[in-house]
Structure formats: structure tokens, C-alpha cells
């Protein structure tokens, strides 16, 4: 379960990236953020997998200005 809704927080954050909306956008990298670190913590992510993610997921929101 706890991989399941990490999976839909990322999916929350691509959604509102795609969608173009600022503000939503800068919510959901909050939320997935906090989830990746979460996900880390609990031994479901390596932490370097985690550290990756969350570049990712900084670079997606910065290229959606």
C-alpha cells in the first residue's frame, strides 16, 4: 500500500506539471517530496534512488515555467 501511494503522489505531481498550473504544480512537488523521503526512510526506496527522484522531479517542475 505504501508503494501504491507513493506511486500515486508522483502521478499527482506529473498531472499538475502537465496541466500547466503553477501553483498546483508547486503543491504536488511538495507532497511527492516529502513521499520519496518517507518512501527512504521505510527501506522502500535506496536512499540514492531516493536523492535521484527527487532531482528528477526538481528538474520537471523548473522546465514547467
Known amino acids: 500500500a ?3 501511494a507513493l506511486k500515486t503522489d508522483l502521478k499527482k505531481f ?5 496541466g500547466g498550473n503553477r501553483s498546483e ?4 512537488y511538495k507532497v511527492a517530496v516529502k513521499a520519496v523521503d518517507q518512501a527512504a526512510s521505510k527501506g522502500l ?11 528528477q522531479l526538481a528538474k520537471k517542475l523548473n522546465a514547467a515555467d
Open 45 to 55: 526506496l535506496h536512499k540514492n534512488a531516493a536523492a535521484r527522484k527527487k532531482s
Open 2 to 4: 505504501q508503494k501504491s
Open 25 to 28: 504544480a508547486d503543491a504536488a
Open 14 to 18: 506529473e498531472a499538475a506539471v502537465a
